[in-house]
């Protein structure tokens, strides 16, 4: 099996936001198959709690007053450079920085671009900020030996923004953890709507407002009662009647069981969103944009960004609600075919020759 040094400006976290969770279930699902895993971090407020229940960490001050910059940032460099394992993966272009110029000729270097920004850039016709995350991509593809994203359709644009890449491109999908979704009471009782996620990042930012301006008053005048609950940090207050804004909640599971649908609303998106494969695994009915739900081939659900088509899909899971499936059979599908055992796969067959010759 192989030693891996997992490097990112971010710490992996089972309760952080979606980027930090995507990390803690991918290095969790690789010391599942018999990799060892040591991550190597930078000290910030983000919580090292979860991560050191399943690995070692070690976490880099690279800014203290009255301190050499550059000192403590060679420090973090050496130990990148002189650490006794096998491949180095590098999360995020951002956390490029960190690695030693010529680290490729010292351990295979796999990055993880996850989300294509220059790509995005491009769509919203930001060409300064699309040129300037070309130059940091290419930057990070120099010191890659290959190079992963979240999705097919991720590692298409990222070929159609780098004609000339040269680092082979994998996809590893994002999934599930069936321990974070256990069996729940399904209760059908009240006609309930859920959305969950960071609510701060710009693509759920414009999908909630566009599900709160143009789906939601549609929904709650065809159904008396009909509510809204909106879980997750960053989405402010509402006005909307029928809305409840609850923010970070401890138990995603047992809200998601009260409810009949569970909606995936993301704009102008990048990436995949982990919490779309976990609306599959909630047991409720799930409605999303094609943005959302672009990590998932063929989903169970609805996909549509036609706001009538959303209304009137909510309207009858709403109003048909004690004969819908409880749980929804896209749960069934979620917990099979989308956990995290298999989104880690393509990392594994990857790593595995590195360690057998080194």
């Not at 976490?59 to 180095?88: H, K, N, P, Q, T």
């Not at 699309?130 to 190079?147: C, H, M, N, P, Y």
């Not at 009260?258 to 494969?277: Q, Y």
Request: hydrophobic share 45%; glycine share 6%; net charge negative.
């Amino acid at each position: 099996m192989a030693r891996i040094l997992w490097v990112s400006a971010e710490t992996p976290d089972r309760g952080g936001q979606g980027g930090q969770r995507r990390q803690f279930h991918q290095i969790n699902g690789l010391i599942d198959l018999g990799h060892e895993v040591q991550v190597l971090s930078l000290r910030s407020d983000q919580s090292d709690s979860s991560i050191r229940q399943i690995a070692s960490i070690r976490r880099f001050r690279v800014a203290v007053r009255g301190r050499s910059v550059r000192a403590l940032l060679e420090r973090m460099r050496w130990a990148i450079r002189s650490s006794d394992v096998d491949v180095i993966v590098v999360s995020h272009v951002d956390s490029r920085w960190m690695l030693p110029s010529d680290i490729r000729t010292v351990r295979p270097v796999l990055l993880d671009v996850h989300n294509v920004l220059s790509s995005w850039y491009d769509t919203r016709g930001l060409t300064e900020l699309r040129d300037d995350e070309l130059k940091a991509e290419q930057e990070a593809f120099d010191i890659s030996t290959a190079v992963m994203t979240c999705s097919a359709l991720e590692a298409e644009r990222l070929r159609r923004s780098h004609p000339g890449l040269t680092p082979p491109v994998l996809v590893a999908p994002l999934g599930v953890d069936p321990r974070e979704w256990p069996d729940e009471p399904m209760d059908r009782e009240a006609p309930l709507v859920v959305a969950f996620g960071n609510w701060s990042w710009h693509p759920n930012h414009l999908g909630l407002q566009w599900l709160l301006d143009e789906v939601w008053p549609s929904v709650h005048a065809q159904v008396p009662g009909a509510r809204l609950e909106i879980a997750g940090t960053g989405a402010g207050r509402s006005v909307h009647p029928g809305v409840t804004v609850l923010g970070r909640i401890d138990d995603l599971a047992a809200l998601t069981a009260r409810a009949t649908v569970v909606a995936v609303p993301v704009f102008e998106g990048v990436g995949a969103s982990v919490k779309f494969a976990e609306s599959l695994a909630t047991g409720a009915a799930v409605i999303s944009t094609p943005d959302g739900a672009n990590g998932v081939d063929s989903p169970p659900c609805l996909v549509s960004a036609d706001a009538t088509e959303w209304v009137e899909w909510i309207v009858a899971r709403l109003s048909n609600r004690r004969s819908e499936p409880a749980p929804s059979p896209a749960r069934a599908y979620a917990l099979s075919n989308l956990t995290w055992a298999q989104a880690v796969a393509p990392i594994d067959m990857w790593i595995r020759p590195l360690a057998i010759s080194s």
